[in-house]
């Protein structure tokens, strides 16, 4: 039983025998606690006395009095009191708080672990960017998130399965490989004109190139039409006519290698990332396996679709949408809401209990039909949790930087990691709320100073490090044994906000990972780093005091642990040097 559970035990007895209320009423009414961020008003709060006061017509403080008065006070409790307007506070006794050191001492990296009350098995699904070009600094937003997010909810308890959903069927796979055949032809000495719409970059002619070597020969005397109308218009015909000119087969050997390369492009620049994909879910599969006929059938037998105008309709308004959607075409093509239905039903399928999906902002108004569809097929709505990433800006200093490179019309993330570093880069990422717009400063990434919060906690735990090695020099051995014998030692004030945070960690964990706040994580791990610089600067920790020396070196090495936890969750290394 955690000590929050404890004191919510004693509330609850102190209210049955001060007011007569039983704890079912309590539940109806809510019973909560709250950690105190100021060590000054206690560990531990309750506003129970002020959600009673007019339930039992009672003025709050008197309240609070009389609950404080039929209280047990265990041994770990040291004070309760009652604050204005009717808070109580709990504090906690110095053996009480200095437990948690021996805890992590015992527990070491799992401090934290399980802390879910209900475990469940999650498919987080995230990044899952088109294989029509390189991932951009927008989608290294997503991946450092949903990577850390995953690790968070692994952390906190959960079996989490990550995958990407590779779009490598459609109309944009066509467009990329008639993109790459032409470039193909220019390679072979064709003069071409540049076509609107086509996709462009190194990544292109380097893929083109390569399937020139493998031997893919594509015939010189190919005449490209002249063709009016809009720019989508022309490239569909192109489509059509280097189909027919070169042959369906042809073509589809070029698209199938096409994918495969740009496959391999983003597993390798999310691995280098340290970004883990446990499976790419091909949208291919779904029509070879007959999925989305499958879902369709589903639907349609849970009167959840009409036939109107020869097409078939989802009945999605239903189930909070702002219309009805078509999901098969007239002429008997399945829309992209097809696949997405037969998708997320097919996740349900393989037993997840929640499915989280990590979109751009820019899907907002998709959210609707997701859990229309997902409903439609017998599933809950409530089953998937959709989060809505901001847009990244880039600045060098106070300068904007404008997003195209020789690559395309987009920063590509791999320039961004490889010049800033993975562990900056991670950390930037996550370190502001994902529903919050980023300015990502790329000067300030790369400074190897205080200003630069991934250096400033990472120098922490390489001062800690440099700390026990200072003590080995010395001669000293770390007895753990007298330093858990002495922690009532760690008596100054530093010493004990350093306890309280530390304390925090497994809060922090839980109420991270049920909001899928990892810039909880990160804010959590600057404010641990900020208490420990100012410690260090002001104790002595190579001491001949065999007492108090053995007890600091196991505080710091319980700071440690947990820097380099929380790092961990941050997919950021803890270099031991700086």
Not at 80 to 94: D, H, M, Q, R
Not at 545 to 550: A, L, S, T, V, W
Request: proline share 2%; with cysteine.
């Amino acid at each position: 039983m955690t000590m929050e559970e404890k004191i919510k035990g004693l509330i609850i007895d102190a209210l049955a025998e001060s007011q007569g209320i039983n704890e079912d009423e309590l539940n109806e009414i809510g019973l909560e606690l709250s950690r105190n961020a100021n060590n000054d008003h206690g560990d531990f709060s309750s506003n129970i006395a002020l959600k009673l006061a007019s339930k039992l017509k009672s003025p709050p403080m008197k309240l609070a009095e009389e609950i404080i008065g039929s209280l047990e006070t265990p041994a770990e409790l040291e004070l309760a009191e009652c604050v204005k307007p009717g808070f109580i506070n709990f504090y906690l006794s110095a053996e009480k708080k200095h437990s948690v050191l021996e805890t992590i001492m015992k527990h070491g990296r799992d401090f934290g672990s399980s802390c879910a009350p209900e475990k469940m098995r999650v498919l987080l699904e995230f990044v899952s960017a088109n294989p029509t070009g390189p991932l951009h600094v927008g989608h290294g937003r997503h991946a450092a998130f949903g990577d850390s997010l995953a690790r968070l909810l692994k952390k906190a308890g959960h079996e989490v399965f990550t995958e990407y959903y590779l779009n490598d069927a459609g109309r944009q796979i066509d467009i990329l490989c008639l993109s790459v055949i032409l470039e193909m032809l220019r390679d072979e000495g064709l003069e071409l004109k540049n076509i609107n719409g086509l996709y462009k970059g190194t990544y292109i002619k380097e893929i083109s190139q390569a399937l020139i070597k493998e031997g893919f020969e594509i015939n010189k005397k190919i005449l490209i039409p002249k063709l009016d109308g809009s720019a989508d218009e022309i490239v569909d015909a192109l489509i059509l006519e280097m189909k027919n000119v070169i042959g369906s087969e042809l073509f589809q050997k070029i698209s199938d290698k096409t994918v495969s390369r740009m496959t391999k492009l983003l597993k390798d620049d999310l691995s280098d990332f340290r970004v883990k994909q446990d499976g790419f879910y091909s949208e291919k599969s779904l029509f070879s396996k007959g999925k989305i006929e499958e879902a369709c059938e589903i639907v349609k037998k849970n009167g959840n679709a009409y036939e109107k105008d020869g097409a078939l309709w989802l009945e999605s308004s239903k189930y909070g949408d702002d219309k009805d959607r078509v999901v098969i075409r007239e002429d008997g093509r399945s829309t992209y809401f097809a696949s997405d239905i037969a998708y997320h039903h097919d996740k349900k399928m393989r037993g997840f209990d929640l499915l989280i999906n990590v979109l751009g902002s820019d899907h907002h108004g998709y959210v609707s039909r997701l859990e229309a569809g997902l409903a439609s097929t017998g599933n809950k709505a409530s089953d998937l949790d959709v989060i809505l990433m901001q847009f990244v800006t880039l600045y060098r200093g106070k300068k904007k930087i404008q997003m195209s490179t020789r690559s395309g019309n987009f920063v590509p993330m791999r320039d961004l990691y490889s010049e800033v570093g993975v562990d900056a880069a991670r950390f930037f990422y996550v370190s502001r709320s994902h529903d919050q717009h980023l300015d990502f400063d790329l000067d300030l990434a790369t400074e190897q100073n205080n200003n630069n919060p991934v250096y400033y906690i990472q120098y922490a735990n390489a001062r800690i490090k440099s700390v026990l090695n200072e003590n080995k020099k010395r001669g000293y051995v770390f007895d753990e044994g007298i330093g858990k014998a002495n922690l009532v030692k760690l008596d100054l004030t530093i010493e004990e906000e350093i306890i309280s945070l530390l304390g925090k960690y497994p809060e922090t964990i839980l109420k991270s990972s049920e909001t899928r706040a990892v810039n909880k994580i990160a804010n959590y791990l600057k404010s641990l780093a900020q208490l420990f610089h100012s410690y260090y600067g002001s104790t002595k920790f190579v001491s001949e005091d065999e007492e108090i020396r053995n007890a600091r070196i196991l505080l710091l090495i319980c700071v440690s642990t947990i820097i380099e936890d929380g790092l961990d969750i941050l997919g950021v290394s803890s270099p031991l040097k700086m």
